[in-house]
């Protein structure tokens, strides 16, 4: 089976993977409090893409390991401090502060604080997704 000019199998095995394999945490907890495939007046996007906004509380000490995302996000702290790793490079965010991530960048996020982290995220995916958006690094 081709996609074009590609054979689909290779893609449907990355997918059926990303799907279920497991990203490594600790003490964090995700709610999906909004799931809405878009229909609108951008019609190229109608029926393709979902947003799905969720809440992800972390305690202190909690942890997200190396991950990407199913597709791109804005991130808003809403309490607590949010410690980004990206590569060498860290990134504190703290309550009110908001970021983009595109979802193909391999991160870490840590709550380092003693108080609760809650953090936001909008996230734009295929309207046939299912399952958490934090997928294994491809390597």
């Not at 958006?133 to 390597?139: R, T």
């Amino acid at each position: 089976m081709k996609w074009g000019g590609i054979s689909a199998i290779p893609l449907l095995l990355v997918v059926a993977f990303a799907q279920n394999a497991r990203v490594e945490t600790n003490d964090v907890q995700p709610a999906v409090r909004l799931e809405q495939v878009i229909s609108g007046h951008i019609t190229d996007l109608n029926g393709k893409y979902k947003f799905r906004v969720s809440e992800v509380t972390y305690q202190p000490g909690g942890y997200v390991g190396d991950h990407n995302h199913a597709g791109p996000g804005v991130r808003v702290i809403m309490a607590g401090e949010f410690t980004y790793v990206k590569g060498d490079k860290t990134t504190v965010y703290k309550a009110g502060d908001a970021f983009f991530e595109p979802g193909d960048v391999t991160h870490r996020a840590y709550n380092r604080g003693s108080t609760i982290l809650k953090v936001m995220n909008i996230e734009i995916l295929p309207a046939d997704y299912s399952g958490s958006a934090l997928i294994p690094p491809q390597h």
